[in-house]
């Protein structure tokens, strides 16, 4: 899933202090999954704001509402109707959503309410951590199922660098060395032969450094 | 091994010799001097000069500025380049400029992490990585040829070298990988400082039997310690660093006044101890500003004087 | 047993506090209350295993919030208790009572008040 995080509040005050009548928007999506803008965080940023504002003295309407996702137009559609009583929205979902929210409505001002992170999973709750960087050629079948490019913060193809240091990375030792949970796993699967093969040079091509990229697919267009 | 290049380092290397270099940081700032003042000090004791490329990521005047420096001054520089900052055309620009100058040696590094720099808020690169660069430098002067395949005029004259750290983990993978950095084309390796010489000599003695060391010319890192502090330094917050309780012992053991004259004695033994390892090809001699001790550290160890080639 | 504890407290019973969540305590708020606690068994003593330290990570969210907003955060509150301790449910709920009244009215029901007037 795409993990968020939440903004700072004082950041969300800042982007919405001239409007008066504001939406809140969820996603069912992950960022729900995340804890970081489902119903249950817009329910309570809506109250922070409203206590906020009620504290300042200021006079204002929010509204809370949760679509099941931004990113499909279908479901960005169903604010349509209501959408014109909002001096502005801002939004729980990922950038994808905020983005796909701004260019369905073009005269609303869209503000984004949480920090989109990465590609990861649950590694427990309250624990989310990385693990796709979408370059677009996948090559863990060649690295045991462990990216090297999403998990080694020097993105090496061909094997650990010199500052790993009893499993972890030089980074941090909270994050753990790409390289020797390759290992590790190709030594389980009995392919540590495979690692002297060298690695050849990654085309970037079909990642960020491509410019901005998309998948078409004929077959299931209609 | 058969000569390939221009570079003095590795006729030096190839005529058998244990071949010296030491290493000298570029300033964080644009005076030339204060370059030129540290080569000074120990042109007459080494055959090359590394130059290093921002090391720990703290922003300084460029390497190959400083190279050119050295160049100018007819002394032989070891270019350093990490791939942190630079991508395929950057490096590849680079090392033509580099050659333009005739200067033949480089190093081929990913760099250290930019979060240990000053400036850990950037982005970093990597768009290859060190093994890869060794591929790239080894491409456009055997074939003459940039990555993207286009003829070079001129292609760079360069001897191909690498780093390897036989302390950092996975130790297993520490041998294949520098048959990996053999495959890809290295020609000399200058190791991690070592204060660990058991593992080291272990290291040696694996890549010796597989008969690596008659594929690449391996060189042993070494930096004397200045004080205990340093060492304690080294073996708690530098990160791949193996330094034993037992040389952090022998300094605290020693007044501190004395403690910089005993890491250059430490230095000295164990140049002297490495010279019994099969297959070592030279010494490379980081005393981390601290260049003037250089000469002293090479003369007592019996690597004076230099050997002359040409 | 006959303890008396102040009146304008108003007991919301629940299965648990782990039951209680961010979003209940941030609406009392946001209705005027003055202060919220959540009292809720011994730490340890939880019959489902962490409700109780799971209200007081709330807790500290809500307090977190308040702060941020420029409220007390000592207007939320996590108290622990058995079931056996009337005579300490009353001493605690006195204690909060008496230290909300020193934090004054909530601000947020006080513009409410002057809005509906």
């Known amino acids: 899933m795409i993990v968020a995080d939440k903004k700072p509040i004082d950041e969300i005050i800042g982007q919405i202090k001239d409007y008066k009548n504001i939406l809140i928007l969820g996603c069912n999506e992950c960022v729900t999954v995340c804890e970081a803008g489902g119903k249950k965080e817009v329910g309570v940023l809506a109250s922070t704001l409203r206590m906020h504002a009620a504290k300042e003295g200021n006079d204002i309407k929010i509204d809370e509402k949760t679509l099941e996702r931004q990113c499909d137009p279908e479901y960005v559609e169903e604010i349509r109707d209501s959408v014109d009583q909002y001096d502005c929205i801002v939004s729980l979902a990922c950038g994808v959503g905020v983005q796909f929210t701004a260019e369905t409505y073009h005269g609303t001002p869209v503000y984004p309410g949480v920090n989109t992170c990465f590609m990861g999973a649950t590694e427990k709750r309250g624990l989310w951590v990385e693990r796709c960087q979408g370059c677009g050629q996948c090559i863990l079948a060649t690295t045991g199922g462990i990216c090297p490019v999403a998990r080694c913060a020097k993105r090496l193809f061909n094997g650990p660098c010199g500052g790993s240091t009893t499993g972890k990375c030089e980074i941090s030792k909270e994050t753990d060395c790409a390289w020797q949970l390759i290992v590790d796993r190709m030594k389980s699967l009995n392919t540590m032969d495979e690692f002297e093969k060298l690695s050849p040079i990654k085309d970037w091509s079909t990642d960020r450094a491509g410019g901005p990229r998309k998948v078409v697919r004929e077959d299931v267009q209609q | 091994m058969k000569i390939k290049t221009p570079s003095k380092l590795e006729k030096i290397l190839a005529a058998g010799h244990l071949a010296v270099t030491s290493e000298c940081g570029p300033p964080r700032g644009s005076d030339p001097e204060a370059i030129v003042e540290k080569a000074q000090l120990i042109k007459d004791h080494v055959d090359a000069i590394n130059i290093t490329d921002n090391q720990t990521s703290m922003t300084r005047m460029c390497s190959l500025a400083a190279c050119i420096r050295l160049k100018m001054l007819g002394l032989e520089p070891v270019l350093q380049m990490v791939t942190r900052d630079r991508n395929r055309i950057a490096l590849q620009s680079d090392i033509l400029g580099a050659a333009s100058f005739d200067i033949n040696n480089i190093l081929c590094l990913s760099g250290d992490h930019q979060s240990f720099g000053d400036c850990a808020k950037g982005q970093n690169v990597h768009d290859i990585d060190s093994m890869q660069l060794i591929q790239t430098v080894r491409q456009m002067r055997d074939e003459g040829k940039f990555l993207g395949g286009d003829e070079i005029k001129r292609p760079p004259q360069m001897f191909v070298g690498a780093a390897a750290n036989p302390f950092a983990d996975p130790y297993e993978v520490r041998v294949p990988r520098l048959a990996k950095k053999i495959a890809a084309g290295v020609e000399f390796i200058q190791t991690q400082c070592i204060y660990n010489m058991g593992k080291f000599e272990q290291w040696m003695h694996e890549a010796h039997d597989r008969g690596l060391t008659e594929k690449a010319y391996i060189m042993a890192g070494l930096t004397p310690m200045k004080s205990v502090g340093m060492a304690r330094y080294m073996k708690n917050r530098v990160p791949g660093m193996d330094v034993p309780d037992e040389v952090v012992k022998r300094l605290a053991d020693t007044p501190k006044e004395k403690q910089a004259a005993e890491g250059i004695k430490m230095c000295v033994e164990q140049i002297q101890r490495l010279k019994e390892v099969k297959g070592l090809a030279g010494f490379h001699v980081m005393a981390i500003e601290w260049e003037e001790k250089v000469p002293g550290i090479v003369e007592e160890a019996g690597l004076y004087p230099r050997p002359q080639v040409d | ?117």
Request: proline residues 5%; aromatic residues 6%.
């Open chain 3, 1 to 117: 047993m006959r303890l008396t504890y102040p009146s304008n407290i108003r007991i919301i019973r629940v299965p648990c506090t782990g039951k209680v969540d961010v979003l209940h305590i941030m609406r009392a708020f946001e209705k005027g209350a003055d202060g919220v606690c959540a009292i809720g068994c011994l730490e340890g003593d939880c019959h489902f295993n962490s409700g109780n330290l799971r209200a007081r990570k709330r807790i500290e969210q809500v307090q977190e919030i308040l702060q941020n907003i420029g409220l007390e955060p000592e207007r939320a509150h996590m108290y622990n208790l058995s079931s056996a301790e009337g005579p300490l449910f009353a001493k605690y709920a006195t204690e909060f009572t008496e230290k909300i009244k020193e934090l004054g009215p909530n601000p947020v029901r006080v513009k409410n008040k002057q809005q509906a007037a």
